[in-house]
């Protein structure tokens, strides 16, 4: 069955301290993969997005990278946190009408 | 202006009220999803929808393709439903997958 995995579900990590967050698809293969952040009270506002592997869009510039090394996994990193990356980050994939939604990774930097 | 917009942005009723929450697109989609958000929580997928309505417990969601217009209900509100809800689409030719940007629900008891 289709479904997408994403974790951590919350992450607490140091200003300066590197990240990834990691987001793995089932059941489905050439998805479209995307990054979304949601800082406090706004909406979701889109980082990456990849149509393939190896092929990553950025929507903003930022403090963030993403690769997709496997037709189903996309990750989402950073070198060097900034409390500015605290918030709210959700992994989605669709291909044609379908989409699904992972829970989301509540990350806190400190 | 976002492909896919919202209404109300906040919405705070009593228990027991029907609640009406609006999408609107400007873009043809191939389908609309509602999701869920609580407070400090995750996302739930709550329906996929490409044509006339589906219904799950107390939820109810209708999309009108012709006016680019979907609604979700809730029936006999609950606090429990306190809740951000979001619509989003995948866009037809497009590699996107819009949000809209949420409705803040606030049931009362």
Same mark, same amino acid.
């Given at each position: ?23 793995? +698809? ?10 979304? !952040? *949601? ?6 506002? /889109? $980082? ?11 929507? +903003? ?10 037709? !189903? *996994? ?6 060097? /946190? $900034? ?28 | ?109």
């Amino acid at each position: 069955s289709q479904t997408i995995h994403q974790w951590p579900a919350t992450l607490v990590q140091p200003v300066g301290s590197p990240l990834s967050l990691e987001c793995t +698809v089932e059941g489905t293969s050439n998805p479209n993969l995307y990054w979304y !952040r *949601q800082a406090a009270g706004r909406g979701l506002q /889109l $980082l990456f997005y990849s149509v393939g592997i190896g092929q990553i869009s950025s929507e +903003v510039p930022q403090n963030l990278s993403a690769s997709r090394p496997q037709d !189903r *996994q996309f990750i989402l990193s950073s070198k060097k /946190l $900034l409390l500015s990356d605290s918030g709210f980050y959700l992994c989605a994939w669709d291909r044609a009408a379908e989409a699904f939604f992972g829970q989301g990774t509540r990350l806190t930097v400190v | 202006k976002n492909e896919v917009e919202q209404s109300p942005q906040n919405l705070t009723a009593q228990e027991g009220e029907f609640i009406t929450i609006n999408c609107s697109y400007s873009v043809g989609i191939s389908a609309l999803h509602w999701l869920q958000q609580h407070p400090g929580g995750g996302i739930v997928s709550l329906f996929m929808l490409s044509s006339g309505k589906k219904k799950h417990g107390r939820l109810i969601a209708t999309i009108n393709i012709q006016e680019k217009h979907s609604s979700l209900h809730i029936t006999a509100s609950h606090p429990r439903d306190s809740a951000v809800y979001i619509c989003a689409a995948p866009l037809w030719g497009a590699q996107k997958l819009v949000f809209g940007q949420g409705t803040r629900l606030t049931i009362n008891p």
